[in-house]
């Protein structure tokens, strides 16, 4: 049975990402068991890592490193290439920096920005609530079976800016297309909430625990 190490620190929306992701394992058939830890023993030596996270990304950075398990993550990811998904705020730490109350250093596994959402229509609202349909940049094996134009559901007020396109796996549209999910290598990160994204949702995080980049 596969471990995946859940990442708690502090950021909350945990048993709902704990809930979707055993859901998804018992649908898919998937062995794993759903470990919601701050213990860095048990991140570095997890079969999968699972970063969520909601809230401002200063906030969540600076919890990240309180918990202690930022090594712990990169050992996992970088050095035994152990599989990562963010989600959320999650997946903005993916990027080099944050521009939110300021600049804030980000992970710097995937490149780039994360910059504030600045809608073209002035009767779009800030932050961006609800269901959006994601349009697919390139094809991935995390969003197997899942298709073109399925809705997810976002509450975001901000968004990855990708240094490179390549990295870009999906985007979606708020007066101006932003990035919906990158992946790089075995690092993928989706804007969205797959936990509440019912089964275009479930599918996304079924993959993940089958996913072998």
């Not at 471990?3 to 708690?8: G, K, V």
């Not at 490149?111 to 390139?138: C, E, Y």
């Not at 976002?154 to 396109?165: E, I, M, R, T, W």
């Not at 549209?173 to 949702?201: I, L, M, R, T």
């Amino acid at each position: 049975m596969q471990t995946l190490a859940l990442i708690d620190y502090g950021s909350g929306n945990l048993r709902s990402a704990e809930k979707a992701l055993n859901e998804a394992a018992r649908r898919r058939g998937v062995a794993a068991s759903i470990v919601v830890t701050a213990d860095p023993d048990i991140v570095a030596k997890a079969d999968r890592v699972f970063l969520p996270g909601v809230g401002a990304f200063a906030s969540c950075r600076a919890g990240l490193d309180a918990s202690g398990v930022f090594e712990a993550m990169n050992e996992a990811v970088h050095q035994r290439g152990a599989p990562f998904m963010g989600i959320c705020v999650g997946h903005q730490l993916l990027a080099t920096e944050g521009l939110e109350f300021g600049v804030t250093p980000g992970l710097d596994w995937i490149g780039g920005q994360v910059k504030k959402l600045a809608p073209s229509d002035p009767s779009l609202t800030i932050p961006h609530m609800g269901w959006n349909a994601i349009a697919f940049s390139r094809a991935h094996a995390l969003f197997a079976g899942i298709e073109d134009g399925a809705h997810m559901y976002y509450a975001n007020s901000f968004a990855l800016d990708a240094a490179d396109p390549a990295d870009v796996v999906a985007t979606s549209d708020h007066g101006g297309a932003f990035v919906a999910a990158v992946a790089k290598g075995n690092v993928a990160g989706v804007q969205f909430h797959p936990e509440k994204s019912q089964a275009a949702g479930l599918a996304l995080l079924a993959n993940f625990l089958e996913w072998r980049p």
